[in-house]
Structure formats: structure tokens, C-alpha cells
């Protein structure tokens, strides 16, 4: 399995997923086309599936013109979420084959829309797995709640995510990391992970590098989000739950100015 980013728009990511023994291939949220063509032609690849996360312009809003440029490609979204294009709707636990040795899970992660929908997909054995979260889960940070509360982000992030495989690669929607792990380094000062991985973070930037994809354990390691089952975490959100603690970090992220 070969996964290509594709980055889109001012701070998006695309991902092609490639099947290595059949080069058939996934494209996650194509919202850019073109680009997607360009990749494809590239890596040489034969395109099947869409997988959209979430019904946002940002993430959906190539799907019809994906539908003109590859006749019969199925394109799957979550049944909750109205999802621009859509040909097939996926609930959690569905799964998807893509070529030979590709398998795909979906996993409801519902908050920032009602239906969202992250993907699992496994390779060959041996292969490390890997996870596209859209805009529920980012590097060092997660999406705001604007269809859904701090206990779906809670089950989203800290019980569905977070039982992965630690090292599942965890590749995200958007290009958000230097920002959540300068708010993560508020929370959690003291923590020596979050300032090494902030500061390789920068580096990456400023080569023009992408910082995607983390993993499980990284996230576990630095992301707030992902940390808030932890008694100081709690305190620090001067919170008694791992659920109120979510929502405080959430508002408190809202109003950082940075």
C-alpha cells in the first residue's frame, strides 16, 4: 500500500491510496481534481473509489467533477452526513476492498459533522495501517464541534481512534500542527514530547514540508484532545471528567489567540 498527498487549497490534503499489486487506487476528499489527475497519471494508477470524510465544500466539493473525469466511480460517504456525489453510503463498521491487498473499515467519528466518517485501511502484512480523519482528529489537535458535542468527541478521539494500532499513520485534513502543538505546550508545558515535535513541526514548515502523517502514539503522546482521560489534564482544565475536560479544551483552543 503507497499513500500520495496531494496538498489542495490554502491548507487542505488529498490522499491517493494505491493498491501496490493492482494499482487500483482510493482518493481521499479530491476537493482539488485536477490535482488528483496529475497524481494519478504520475503513479500510474487506475482510480475506484472516493472516500469522502465529511459533507464540507473543503472536503466534498470535488465529488461531482470526479464523477465527470472517471465514469463509474463509486464515491462513499457517511449515511448521516449529506455528502455532495455521493453513490455509496457507509455506516460504521462498513468495509470497502480496494485491488488485492487493500482493505478498508469505516469508522463513524461524529462532532464536527454528525456523520463523519474516518477511514482504516490496511495493506499487505507487514505494512504499517493508516487512518484519514478528515477534520475530526488532526496532529496535535481535533476539529471544532460544530455539528456534535464533547462526549462524541470524547468517542471519537479517546475511545475509536485511540484503539488502534499505535502505530497506525494517522493522516489528517488539514495542515494545522505547528498552531495545536503551540496551544498543546499551554496545557501541558512540561511535556518533552510536545516540544520536540513542535519544534521539528517548524522545521518542516519552513522547508516546505508537510507534517502529516503522525501516529496513534505520537497523538496519544501530544495531542490534548487525546490526553484528557489524564488527572492533569483535568486539573488543568479545572475539570473532575475526561468529557468536561474535552469541552473546556475545545472552548479554550476556540478563544487562543496564539
Known amino acids: 500500500m503507497k499513500i500520495v498527498s496531494i496538498p489542495c487549497l490554502e491548507d487542505n490534503y488529498s490522499y491517493l491510496i494505491i493498491d501496490d499489486t493492482s494499482k487500483e487506487g482510493a482518493v481521499v476528499d479530491p476537493v482539488e481534481p485536477k490535482k488528483v489527475l496529475q497524481a494519478l497519471e504520475q503513479h500510474w494508477v ?13 472536503h466534498a466539493g470535488g465529488n461531482e467533477e470526479m464523477k465527470k473525469l472517471v465514469p463509474k466511480i463509486k464515491i462513499y460517504g457517511g449515511i448521516y452526513d449529506n455528502v455532495q456525489g455521493s453513490t455509496n453510503k457507509v455506516i460504521d463498521g462498513d468495509k470497502i476492498s480496494l485491488g488485492v491487498d487493500t482493505k478498508i473499515s469505516c ?18 502484512e507487514g505494512e504499517d495501517p493508516a487512518v484519514f480523519t478528515g477534520d475530526t482528529l488532526f496532529v496535535g489537535g ?18 475509536n481512534l485511540a484503539s488502534l494500532p499505535r502505530s497506525t499513520r494517522v ?17 501541558e508545558p512540561e511535556n518533552q514530547r ?7 513541526a517548524k522545521q518542516q514548515r519552513i522547508k516546505g514540508l508537510p507534517t502529516v502523517p503522525s501516529t496513534i502514539e505520537e497523538e496519544l503522546e501530544t495531542n490534548p484532545f487525546m490526553r484528557v482521560d489524564l488527572p492533569h ?8 471528567s475526561p468529557v468536561e475536560a474535552m469541552m473546556e479544551l475545545r472552548k479554550s483552543r476556540d478563544n487562543w489567540k496564539g
Open 46 to 58: 487506475d482510480l475506484k473509489l472516493v472516500l469522502t470524510t465529511h459533507h464540507h465544500w473543503d
Open 194 to 200: 510536545i516540544a520536540e515535535k513542535l519544534g521539528w
Open 107 to 124: 469508522i463513524l467519528t461524529p462532532c464536527h459533522t454528525k456523520g463523519h466518517i474516518s477511514y482504516y485501511v490496511t495493506g499487505k
Open 142 to 159: 481535533c476539529g471544532k464541534f460544530f455539528e456534535g458535542t464533547a462526549q462524541h468527541m470524547y468517542q471519537s478521539l479517546c475511545l
Open 233 to 240: 489534564i483535568q486539573k488543568k482544565m479545572g475539570c473532575k
Open 171 to 187: 493522516f489528517c485534513g488539514h495542515e494545522y500542527t505547528v498552531k495545536n502543538l503551540q496551544f498543546a505546550s499551554t496545557i
